[in-house]
């Protein structure tokens, strides 16, 4: 059974502070990984993939992965009050299936 | 790019009536696109697989005759809910991917309740 964990949270942060967002999955052979953004009624938008060790930026946004210790995280730098959502943590075993495995989501608040 | 959208946005159906949901990517062809229903305050949940051109894969505990999927082009996908009841009332979201990599984008959702 493939699973994906993540805190459910809520995580609360200061308007302007770094939010950290963890993630660990137990399949050793995933290849893809994903963080969704979901707001309250919405559906999941992507925000991130990142599929080799190390880091990848995009904008406010930092996506690590640690293969080794199956585990990826995501940073928002300068957190905003329109951050405040749901973010979901995807992973893909790449064995020839486009299917992904979501964690929970941990619910995040930005206090203005 | 890799737009997919979803008819209706939402509705409202009696006991007992079926209906119908569209899934087409705009700007891509995708040959699986995926259904998932998610309950209020709950996670997303993945109902099935739907493949262009063959049959649906359906999760375990997800009734295939109920849940009806055609895939019948590589820009459409449709789900109907037959004899729908109120435990049916829930949030439909599609999803496709637009290349040959795993990334998924997801339409925005019919929101199904059943009086």
């Known amino acids: 059974q493939k699973e994906v964990e993540q805190n459910s949270g809520p995580l609360s942060v200061p308007e302007g502070a770094i939010a950290s967002l963890n993630c660990t999955y137990s399949?050793?052979?995933?290849?893809?990984f994903f963080w969704y953004r979901q707001y309250s009624g919405k559906s999941p938008e992507l925000i991130m993939s990142?599929?080799?060790?190390g880091d990848k930026e995009d904008g406010r946004f930092t996506a690590q992965l640690n293969k080794a210790s199956q585990y990826v995280s995501l940073l928002i730098r300068d957190s905003q009050p329109s951050d405040s959502a749901t973010y979901l943590c995807?992973?893909?075993?790449?064995?020839?299936?486009?299917?992904?495995?979501f964690g929970k989501g941990t619910k995040l608040s930005v206090i203005p | 790019g890799a737009v997919v959208s979803q008819h209706p946005s939402w509705v409202i159906c009696k006991s007992g009536t079926s209906v119908k949901i569209e899934c087409r990517s705009l700007d891509f062809q995708a040959t699986t696109m995926f259904w998932y229903r998610q309950f209020p305050k709950q996670s997303l949940m993945l109902m099935a697989t739907s493949n262009e051109g063959s049959k649906a894969t359906y999760e375990q505990g997800v009734e295939k005759d109920k849940f009806l999927i055609n895939h019948a082009s590589l820009t459409l996908s449709t789900l109907t809910v037959t004899s729908a009841h109120p435990e049916d009332s829930s949030f439909y979201i599609c999803?496709?991917?637009?290349?040959?990599?795993?990334?998924?984008?997801f339409g925005p959702g019919t929101r199904l309740t059943v009086l």
């Open positions: 995807a992973v893909n075993d790449g064995a020839g299936s486009y299917q992904l495995t």
């Open positions: 399949d050793r052979g995933s290849q893809s």
């Open positions: 990142i599929y080799s060790n």
């Open positions: 999803s496709a991917n637009p290349s040959q990599g795993a990334e998924q984008f």
